[in-house]
């Protein structure tokens, strides 16, 4: 097969240092794939989903949230997933309150169908609160400039609040932790179209592991987080190792029986409260 008959797939993922990380090795040609070529579209997780909704995409990260509405399009890739395993989202604010008193702040959100949205729903135990949805990356400048009370951080913002003048209200991951006993929050998972066929879901899992494996080889490791860093809003190459080392890890490579179980845990709850409409079976990709 020439370069020319290569079957071109669309792959999604947000412009942030884990993905970038996670794909470092088939951006850079570093991984063979004979075949296939791979169109990388970079958009925010919230856009993501949304197009998930319309299965525009062949592959692309979602939110755990949102794949519970892509059931009939989507199944999850085993690999790529972001797990906070006793850490995650959180509520900061510029002063200090009781993270009882959240229920009546104006709160700043990434995209309704966050898993950050969720959890602070299952956090709330309640979906009546006053929240505007602001674009991730401005979340904090909507806390400094007084249009809310606090904001819902994701990526980065939880590694750098403190420098930016923000107290930590609440871990939304330490307590999801907390609440079930060690199981890891589920955030972000990859997940490929059905319509592809199983013979080629099952080499591109294997394609996907093996960028994520590339990333994590200690030979490999700095130039990967090298390269993620041109969408790290700022950070130093330090701070960009640590978060990628939060969100790209064993649990990347694979669920494992923990992942798997705070994803069931996770949908599960959503479905008790009301917060999504049908129970959620998954559905891997082996």
């Not at 088939?26 to 919230?46: M, N, S």
Request: aromatic content about 10%; hydrophobic content about 45%; charged content about 25%.
């Amino acid at each position: 097969m020439t370069a020319a008959e290569n079957k071109l797939l669309t792959l999604g993922h947000s412009p942030d240092p884990d993905d970038a990380f996670m794909f470092y090795a088939l951006a850079a040609g570093k991984i063979e794939t004979p075949g296939l070529e791979f169109e990388h579209i970079l958009q925010d997780i919230q856009t993501l989903n949304e197009r998930a909704l319309r299965e525009e995409l062949d592959i692309s990260a979602i939110s755990v949230h949102a794949y519970a509405s892509v059931l009939d399009k989507y199944a999850l890739l085993p690999c790529g997933a972001s797990m906070g395993d006793n850490y995650g989202p959180m509520i900061v604010s510029l002063k200090p309150f009781p993270a009882a008193d959240l229920k009546r702040k104006k709160i700043a959100v990434p995209g309704l169908m966050t898993s950050a949205f969720l959890t602070l729903k299952l956090y709330l135990e309640t979906d009546k609160f006053d929240f505007v949805v602001v674009p991730f990356d401005e979340i904090m400048d909507a806390v400094k400039d007084g249009r809310v009370d606090c904001g819902l951080l994701i990526h980065e913002g939880q590694l750098t609040f403190e420098r930016e003048g923000f107290v930590n209200i609440v871990n939304l991951g330490e307590w999801w932790f907390e609440r079930t006993n060690g199981l890891p929050l589920p955030l972000g998972a990859n997940v490929v179209r059905k319509a592809l066929g199983k013979p080629l879901i099952s080499r591109l899992n294997v394609i996907l592991k093996q960028s994520i494996e590339y990333a994590l080889e200690p030979a490999n490791r700095r130039a990967a987080v090298v390269h993620s860093m041109k969408w790290g809003r700022g950070m130093e190459e330090q701070l960009a190792d640590e978060f990628v080392g939060m969100y790209v890890n064993d649990l990347t490579l694979d669920f494992g029986d923990r992942g798997r179980a705070g994803v069931r845990r996770f949908l599960d709850e959503a479905h008790r409260q009301g917060f999504i409409a049908k129970p959620v079976a998954l559905e891997f990709a082996e």
